[in-house]
C-alpha cells in the first residue's frame, strides 16, 4: 500500500501563530483553538468552486472518515478555505454537507489575510488558489511534529499513515 504510494511524506515543525479565522457555523475561532485539542489533526485546503483536486481531497476526507469508522470522533479534521471571498460560512456547510462530513470534521474560513497567513505558516501558500497543490497534513498531539503527504493521498494512503502516526 505505502510501496504505490503518489505522494511526498516528510516530518516538519511548523511555527504557528494564532490567526482569526470563522467556523462552519458563522463562530469565531483562531487556529490555535483549532489546534489546541489532544488528539489527531488532519488538514487540508481547499476552495469550494475548485473542480479539480479539491473535490478529489474532500472526498477521500470523507471516505478517511469512513474507514475510520467509530474511531474517526478521537480525530480532529480541519479543512480551511482558500478563497474566503467566495467561502462563507453557509457555503462551508453546504459543501461540508455534500461530502458528508462529521462532526469531527470542520471547514474554516475568514479574513483572506488570516488565511493566507494560515498557508503560509504550514508552506501551502502558492500566491493564488488556481496554483495551489494537494497537501495532507496530520499530528498526533500539540507537541508533536507534523506529518505532510504532498500530492494525491488515497483514503487508504491516509488511514495508513495516520495509524503508523498514532502508533507511535
Not at 10 to 32: F, I, K
Request: a negative charge.
Amino acid at each position: 500500500m505505502l510501496a504505490n504510494r503518489k505522494y511526498e511524506r516528510s516530518e516538519h515543525q511548523y511555527r504557528l501563530t494564532d490567526h482569526a479565522l470563522v467556523s462552519m457555523d458563522g463562530s469565531p475561532t483562531t487556529l490555535v483553538e483549532e489546534l489546541a485539542v489532544p488528539k489527531p489533526v488532519l488538514i487540508n485546503f481547499i476552495f469550494t468552486t475548485c473542480s479539480t483536486i479539491c473535490p478529489v481531497m474532500s472526498a477521500t476526507f470523507a471516505k478517511v472518515q469512513d474507514e475510520l469508522g467509530p474511531e474517526a470522533s478521537e480525530v480532529r479534521m480541519l479543512s480551511f478555505s482558500i478563497d474566503p471571498e467566495y467561502d462563507t460560512p453557509a457555503r462551508l456547510r453546504a459543501y461540508a454537507a455534500q461530502f458528508g462530513a462529521g462532526d469531527q470534521w470542520q471547514f474554516l474560513t475568514g479574513d483572506m489575510d488570516e488565511l493566507i497567513a494560515v498557508q503560509k505558516a504550514f508552506d501551502v501558500y502558492r500566491g493564488n488558489k488556481m496554483n495551489h497543490e494537494p497537501t495532507t497534513l496530520m499530528r498526533r498531539s500539540p507537541d508533536d511534529p507534523w506529518v505532510r503527504l504532498d500530492g494525491i493521498a488515497s483514503a487508504a494512503d491516509i488511514v495508513a499513515e495516520y495509524r503508523r502516526l498514532v502508533a507511535r
